[in-house]
Every structure is written in C-alpha cells, then in structure tokens.
C-alpha cells in the first residue's frame, strides 16, 4: 500500500514537472491606504498576455486578493494591476513570469516591478515578441537602476530603444522634472504614484513641487478636490478642480 502511494505521488509530481505549463497564484499588491480613503470604488484592472500573446483585461475588486494564471513554462509572461476609480488609472503594480515568481509558483505584484511589466505589456500590445530580446537583463537592470520612483523613468524612451533594436542600459533614464508652484489648501495632498509624499497641510500654503515632463493629478484625500498638471519643457498648465 505505501508503494502504491508513493508510486502515485511520484506519478503526480513528475506530470507537474514535465508539464508545457504552470498553474501561478497572483497575490495582488498592497493599495495605499489614502488611495482607499479616498476612492472607495477602486478596483484592479489586471493585464497580460495569452497563449496567443493576445493581452487579456480583467478587472477585480481588491477584496479579491489573488488569481490564478496558467504560464506557459520558458516563455516571459508580464502581470501588472492598474488600480482604477472612474476613468482614471493609476502606475500598476507588476511581476514578470518567470523572473518574480517563487518556488511555490506564486508571485506578489510589486510596485517597483510595475514599470517593467507596464514596457513589456506595451509592447505585446503593439505585436512585439517579447521573448526575442533579453527580458531577464532588462528587468533587472530596471530594478538596479531605477530611482526611488520607478515611474519617473522615461518609459518611452525604453520602449523606442527596444523596439529599434538599439536598446543600452544608459536608455534607462529618469524624465525631466519641473517644479511647480501650487497652492495647497487644507487636507492630505498626494500624486498618482504609490511613492508620492503626502503634503500635510493645515492652513493654505504655496508648496515648490517637482514633477517629470507628462501629466499628472495632485489629489487632496480630506475634500476630493484635485490639480490637473501637464508640464514639459515649453508649457506648464494647472488646472483646479473641486469636488
């Protein structure tokens, strides 16, 4: 009898082991709390490739907490969670099959991984097999490289690198930043990224603030009130909107 049933689990382990596939559990990513204070409907759209490299959308409450995602073994599968409230959508968090997943075969999203797994889901997007290039190098020299922010790293600049088959790793570059005088009224101030400083403000006070070249959104948690910022090296725009 005790033959029979190590015969069976050998059997059983041996069929994981030459298997074409993983079953990987998705441990979705820690949501900061002032974001959850302050959009009680925000969801997690979740994106990555099929087996037809044909990126799939799908969308979870956060109670949620995992999924699973059957990987196809020796291909690169990029995960990121896009927390969402209404049309906007914030940095994703990420993880890059097989180069973040554990020996249980499950994968924590993280944030600093986002930014990779967001380059690598662009450019599946657009067609690209991200299998043809070295992925590995790039998500670790990402990792390596990048400042404390990860998203301040000029995204574009990477994927036209890539994608011309040029890319280095000194492509792999903060944006530009400008700093910006604004108007902070009383509350919780805090940008789009999960690495933003909270401004704590108890009375109106103009702050110096530092932003990469693009558009962004300057949130006050206490009354729902919000700047619309885009800046780049000619023009600068704010625009305030109260709730």
């Known amino acids: 009898m005790r033959h029979l049933i190590f015969l069976t689990a050998l059997i059983f382990c041996c069929c994981g082991y030459f298997s074409d596939s993983s079953t990987v559990i998705i441990k979705f990513q820690k949501i900061p709390p002032h974001w959850q204070e302050s959009f009680p409907d925000l969801r997690l759209l979740i994106k990555y490739p099929d ?33 969402i409230t209404g049309s906007f959508i914030f940095p994703p968090a990420g993880g890059i099959y097989p180069y973040s997943t554990d020996m249980l075969e499950s994968m924590q999203l993280k944030w600093e991984y986002g930014i990779t797994a967001d380059i690598l889901i662009t450019l599946i997007s657009g067609e690209m097999d991200v299998n043809t290039f070295n992925s590995e190098r790039l998500y670790n020299e990402i990792n390596l490289r990048a400042p ?96």
């Open 148 to 243: 404390p922010d990860p998203f301040k790293l000029n995204k574009q600049k990477i994927i036209d690198a890539i994608l011309s088959g040029n890319f280095r790793v000194t492509d792999i570059k903060p944006l530009e930043e400008k700093e910006i005088k604004i108007n902070l009224y009383s509350g919780t101030w805090f940008t789009e990224s999960p690495f933003s400083e909270l401004y704590e403000v108890n009375d109106e006070v103009e702050e110096n603030i530092s932003f990469t070249y693009g558009f962004h959104i300057l949130h006050n948690s206490v009354t729902g009130d919000h700047y619309d910022i885009y800046t780049d090296s000619s023009i600068t725009v704010v625009q305030y909107l109260k709730n």
């Open 51 to 83: 087996k037809e490299n044909k990126i799939i959308e799908e969308i979870y409450s956060l109670e949620t907490g995992s999924i699973e995602i059957e990987c196809e073994k020796m291909t690169v599968i990029p995960i990121a969670a896009y927390p």
